[in-house]
């Protein structure tokens, strides 16, 4: 698959807007009405907010579904590799025919209107969801929940809500309360909502907005529970208690974004099968992964090579405290990240652990952090700090220098997506 075609369209949708993220939902009203409206002929749709945790949440309920014999879409953001990660039909991620077909229709539908890329490409991803049969279709929200594209849903069969932290406050607001507001649009009346654990500044907003949507919680700590017991996950909710293999995703944060699935599971009325297909069976690339093979695992040599995409404090912290459950080695950061995120509270619970971090700008990305400006953030929060010019260098130079070393690379989903195609 090339993606020539769908990759033409793409940039040319890049032009439309100004601004790469403008929340509103007006434009994509306007988009969707072009199409009658293909938002309103979708399977049964669960929409998914949050800070941390929304896209391996999402790879848990999906694998349940599936491992019930449930034909399920996901609609997820960024992609790492290429385009078409965005969209999974029920058969598998969307072909470059049919991606083209749903991004010609709609690039003649909205003509040289104004639009964002992401508004457009998920009025796309809804249009393709709809021509294609499917028992469910879980969507990820973009950035922030009340204003997002993907916010279009009359009557989801059910929200869910992972943790929310800060993180896009130059877009959803400076305080917690403020962000959990922008998570909780995406709570409908009467719809049932899973909640992830929060803060109880977020929780208390979370739970007025579902009173004056008159929609049942599901709340971490109140109506279910989630704990990992002698290498087993534990769940715990009205309907009984579950006991289960952990999480394939690697973590302690996963057991927490495991509770939010199984919730979800039960709400849909899943039985313990599908759960326990959610913990062995799910699979999301960028997330404490290791990679085992390809050019930069052979340039490592001895050295252990992992790649995660997260890139706020509380990933950070999460981050550092799934580390130390790895057997001991030493541990080397190669880092690139935004110049809009929280590089200081990203690293400085990493700098507890780690020994050294390599600083890299992120190829292609014009919002990326100049090597030298991560390097001096890392210095600052404690770390020992260098640049190089490129991920590969880096690795090479660690893994000569400390032969049994641990490599994490991380600090971005985007840069993540460039390790993944270099390393093939």
Known sequence: MSGAESDAILARMMALHPKIIDLTL????????????????????????????????????RAGLEGAGLRV???????????????????????????????????????RAAITYFEITTCAALLAFARDPADFCLLEVGLGGRLDATNVIDAPRLTVITPVALDHQQFLGETLPQIAFEKAGIIKRSVP??????????????????TRMGAPLLAHGQHW???????????????????????????????????IALAALRALDMNEAPCEAAM?????????????QGPLVEGAGRAELWLDGGHNPAAGEALAEALTRLAPR??????????????????????????????????????????????????????????????????????AEVPNARILICGSLYLAGRVLGENG
């Open 26 to 61: 007006d434009r994509v009203w306007r988009l969707l009405g072009a199409l009658d409206h293909p938002e309103r002929r979708l399977a049964p749709v669960i929409h998914i907010a949050g800070t941390n945790g929304k896209g391996s949440t999402l790879a848990m309920i």
């Open 73 to 111: 879409q996901a609609y997820t953001s960024p992609h790492l590799a290429r385009f078409h990660e965005r969209i999974r039909l029920a058969d598998g991620l969307i072909s470059e025919a049919a991606l083209t077909e749903v991004l010609d229709e709609f690039e003649r539908a909205n003509g």
């Open 193 to 210: 909502c899973v909640v992830g654990p929060q803060e109880e500044a977020a929780l208390e907003v979370i739970e007025a907005q579902a």
């Open 225 to 259: 529970h989630v704990w990992e017991e002698r290498g087993r996950l534990v769940f715990q909710d009205e309907r009984g208690l579950l006991d289960l293999p952990m999480p394939r995703l690697i973590g302690a944060h996963q057991v927490q974004n495991a509770g």
């Open 280 to 292: 062995a069976r799910a699979e999301w690339p960028a997330r404490l992964q290791r990679l085992r």
């Open 330 to 399: 030493p541990l080397h950061l190669v880092c690139g990240m935004l110049n809009t995120k929280d590089v200081g509270g990203f690293m400085r619970p990493l700098a507890q652990i780690a020994e050294s971090l390599t600083a890299v700008s992120i190829p292609g990305e014009a919002a990326t952090l100049p090597a030298e400006i991560t390097a001096e953030a890392a210095r600052a929060a404690g770390l020992s700090a260098r640049t190089a010019e490129s991920v590969r260098a880096a690795v090479a130079r660690i893994a």
